[in-house]
């Protein structure tokens, strides 16, 4: 009989989970679960307005994806649930969930049922910026704040919790424990609470040499934070692929698998598709292209990378250095410009040719030459990840014009976030981190030739897809297979079941020397606006805060 492994991928709108046979690496079945809740970035669960920066979530919906994803696979499958092996999954990060001792979210209580900060604040929630730059302050010239490319993010775990304990007080104090989104998934399915090494080291700063941040610093973050380890996170620590514990009986029960059955520790939700593109030693880098954008790769032995999102030991792969970049807003911005900035004329003509908006606007934008639109945009629509570390940072078109056109624009802030991505890659570079061949995944990847081909062009790199549409499911079954026992490693596991394309985009010399010309432009918008010499955006922004 075939064994089986279940990833189950926790995103930004859905989950979804992948059944993967591990005889032959077949992907047998797969489950999508939309969010009733969606995202809450504009009004609260009781309709009142949020303040700017929210983006709070539901855990109730996380706890419905998994009773319907795992049965769904296993039923679509035809596939026993005795024949799983492992489960594994993956979460968004860094997705704050406060919750009692017995691992129910507090947001269930009653008493905290309409309180905002006793919900989950997703990656995205940015209004914890103030005490991202206050921990960087504290921390400047240190060895650890180096490795987080020179400056926190806002979406890490202890600003978010030092923004509870400064507005919600009363939340910060009955939440027995503070869990990433990850963590609180394992933990639901084994009664075991651990934290994954890749999630503590990637969004609380924790190393091997030090542990987390010491509780000096963190009181000074924030005076509640005192004792905030050892009271309401947890030092155990669990490695990738490493079992955290079995199914318990009642959830067991719920997604008719075997009691027991051995759960992986969580990983971030793009760095599980690391192993899924094949990619466990070398210098290869991993690109994932969704509502953000992601870039991976290992080495062994840390090289300090400015502004990038950190460097932590095990992150991927263990005993290996993970390094993470990013960009805050990708998919999210093409999404926003079709809802807002599309007229109906475009919307009648997609549905007369039986096609989506987003497939109309590629295919006129693919007609444009480059340097025709006449445009040049800067991705920071959710302010920049990579290389500024800059939240309060704005989305910018120059050069629009009475003769532009939806398809110019569209095209634009393709490039823009190729651009982003070059800017990146170059500082990988400038630093010395040598970057090989280029995978990528996501549902971009696999959906817009366009978009892969000018992200060719500009970073002039050959770009291979991932083999899968689900390279984070797939990535969380390989982990999931080897705390199982059905592989000794995840190296051993990925070169099994890992997944490459033949699809491979490669630079068009003619395109890449006008877009040289373009991303000198591009650097130079991106220094003005971006290093201090212009603080209109940020200016702008407060301004509007102030509203």
């Known amino acids: 009989m075939a064994k089986y492994s279940i990833g189950i991928d926790y995103g930004t709108l859905s989950a979804r989970a992948l059944l993967l ?26 309709g009142t307005p949020l303040p700017p920066d929210f983006a709070l979530q539901h855990p109730r919906d996380y706890l419905e994806a998994l009773k319907a994803v795992i049965p769904a696979v296993l039923n679509k499958a035809g596939a026993a649930g005795s024949d799983v092996v492992g489960i594994g999954v993956d979460f968004t990060s860094c997705t704050v969930v406060p919750a009692k001792a017995d691992g129910t979210p507090l947001c269930f209580d009653e008493a905290f049922k309409y309180n905002k900060h006793a919900y989950a604040k997703l ?31 806002n ?21 027995d424990v503070f869990l990433e989104g990850g963590d609180f998934m394992t933990w639901t399915l084994t009664g075991h609470r651990t934290m994954s090494r890749g999630i503590a080291g990637f969004k609380a700063m924790y190393t091997d040499e030090d542990g987390f941040p010491s509780n000096e610093v963190l009181t000074a973050l924030h005076p509640l934070l005192d004792g905030v380890v050892t009271k309401k996170l947890t030092e155990e620590i669990s490695y990738p692929g490493e079992s955290v514990g079995g199914v318990t009986e009642a959830w067991a029960e719920k997604l008719g698998v075997p009691v027991g ?21 070398g210098n290869e880098m991993l690109f994932i292209l969704g509502t953000s954008g992601v870039q991976m790769v290992m080495s062994d032995e840390v090289a300090p990378v400015g502004g990038i999102c950190g460097i932590t030991k095990h992150g991927y792969i263990r005993d290996r250095y993970a390094y993470e970049a990013g960009q805050v807003c990708l998919g999210d911005h093409f999404d926003w410009f079709v809802k807002n900035g599309v007229p109906s004329s475009y919307t009648e003509e997609a549905k007369e040719k039986g096609v989506g908006i987003h497939a109309l606007l590629t295919e006129k934008a693919s007609r ?45 802030l393709i490039e823009g976030t190729a651009f982003s991505t070059r800017r990146i890659l170059d500082a990988f570079e400038e630093a010395g981190v040598s970057v090989g061949n280029i995978l990528v995944g ?27 549409k689900q390279a984070g499911a797939l990535g969380s079954a390989i982990y999931g297979a080897v705390a199982g026992g059905a592989f000794p490693t995840v190296k051993e596991a990925a070169s099994v079941l890992a997944k490459q394309s033949d699809t491979v985009y490669r630079p068009i010399p003619e ?37």
Request: hydrophobic fraction near 45%; proline fraction near 4%.
């Open 261 to 281: 059955t051995p759960v992986s520790a969580a990983l971030i939700d793009a760095h599980a598709a690391v192993p899924a593109a094949g990619i466990v030693d």
């Open 442 to 468: 996501g549902g971009i990847a696999e959906k817009n030739p366009l978009l892969m081909q000018i992200y060719a062009d500009v970073t002039e790199r050959e770009l291979r897809l991932v083999g899968t």
């Open 155 to 175: 979406e890490f775990l202890f600003p978010k919790l030092a923004e509870i304990a400064d507005h919600a007080p009363e939340v910060f104090d009955a939440a």
């Open 368 to 412: 444009l030459s480059v340097g025709e639109s006449g445009l040049l945009a800067l991705d920071w629509w959710n302010g920049n990840r990579s290389i500024l570390v800059e939240p309060d940072l704005s989305g910018m078109i120059l050069g629009i014009s009475l003769s532009t056109k939806p398809e110019h624009i569209y095209r634009a």
């Open 21 to 46: 046979n591990l005889d032959n690496g077949a992907e047998c079945a797969e489950a999508v679960y939309e969010y009733p809740h969606a995202v809450m970035s504009e009004k609260f669960l009781d």
């Open 511 to 547: 395109n890449v020397s006008l877009y040289r010309k373009l991303y000198a432009e591009y650097k130079t918008l991106h220094d003005y606006f971006g290093k201090g010499e212009n603080d209109v955006m940020k200016r702008l922004k407060a301004m509007k805060t102030e509203k």
């Open 123 to 153: 990656w995205k929630h940015h209004a914890a910026t103030p005490y991202a730059d206050k921990m960087s302050s504290l921390l400047a010239g240190s060895e650890l704040l180096a490795r987080f490319g020179g400056k926190f993010s």
